[in-house]
């Protein structure tokens, strides 16, 4: 079975513009969590996809966004970049909202010029 | 306001030996743990996790503890390989409120030395 995938894994902006990030959970997994890991906060959760709907958000501004889809496949949206939101953003699937192991993705490295 | 705290940014030890990672929490609502290993350039990969309702579990080399009235958690890793140097990570969840959402400590990186 496919892990979870992230594309891009590496992606250069500048302040001010904005990125759209890609997950594809493992097959079968509705669950589709994103995390923000950065060398100052360690990895903190952004928000939790479960059909279509958001079921938690974490403690970021509103500039972060996503979504999902009906495949499970989810997008995040940070909007306005600013410099502090350079990190590795990872992607976590599992198979519903009762299970607690999450498992993830390889991350996208976004760097802020 | 961290709740998942691993004290000890690195732990060195010699192939063959033990490994002890901590890792200490202070919401008594967590009710599942989890550790995870992390190389560079890579996603977390799950190792192993621990319900409150258990005070132990193994999975092969990897052993956790769990200590509720301390609320403090333990990876052992029996016997240490060189493989082994990554960054392990605790992670905490509240199992009841089924959110997806896990509250990671700092990490902690481990050397093993050949």
């Known amino acids: 079975k496919a892990g979870v995938t992230q594309t891009p894994r590496y992606l250069i902006k500048t302040r001010g513009q904005q990125v759209t990030l890609s997950c594809s959970p493992i097959?079968?997994?509705?669950?589709v969590s994103w995390y923000q890991q950065t060398p100052g906060q360690g990895l903190q959760f952004l928000f939790e996809?479960?059909?279509?709907?958001?079921?938690n958000k974490g403690n970021f501004p509103g500039r972060f966004s996503g979504r999902q889809f009906s495949n499970s496949r989810s997008e995040m949206n940070v909007s306005t970049l600013e410099l502090g939101d350079s990190a590795l953003y990872l992607c976590?699937?599992?198979?519903?909202?009762?299970?607690?192991?999450?498992?993830f993705g390889p991350g996208t490295r976004l760097t802020v010029l | 306001d961290q709740q998942v705290k691993q004290n000890s940014p690195s732990l060195s030890v010699q192939e063959g030996r033990i490994s002890i990672l901590n890792c200490d929490y202070t919401n008594s609502m967590f009710d599942y743990f989890l550790w995870y290993k992390k190389y560079p350039a890579e996603g977390p990969t799950f190792l192993i996790s621990?319900?409150?309702?258990?005070d132990k579990n193994e999975d092969g080399r990897f052993t956790v503890f769990l200590n509720k009235s301390a609320k403090h958690l333990s990876l052992h890793i029996v016997p240490s390989q060189p493989g082994d140097s990554a960054v392990y990570f605790c992670?905490?969840?509240?199992?009841?409120?089924?959110?997806?959402?896990?509250?990671f400590g700092q990490g902690t990186t481990l050397q093993v030395k050949p």
């Open positions: 097959s079968g997994h509705r669950s």
């Open positions: 621990i319900s409150s309702i258990k």
């Open positions: 996809y479960f059909s279509e709907t958001q079921r």
């Open positions: 976590a699937s599992s198979p519903d909202r009762s299970y607690n192991e999450q498992f």
């Open positions: 992670a905490a969840s509240g199992y009841s409120s089924n959110t997806g959402k896990l509250i």
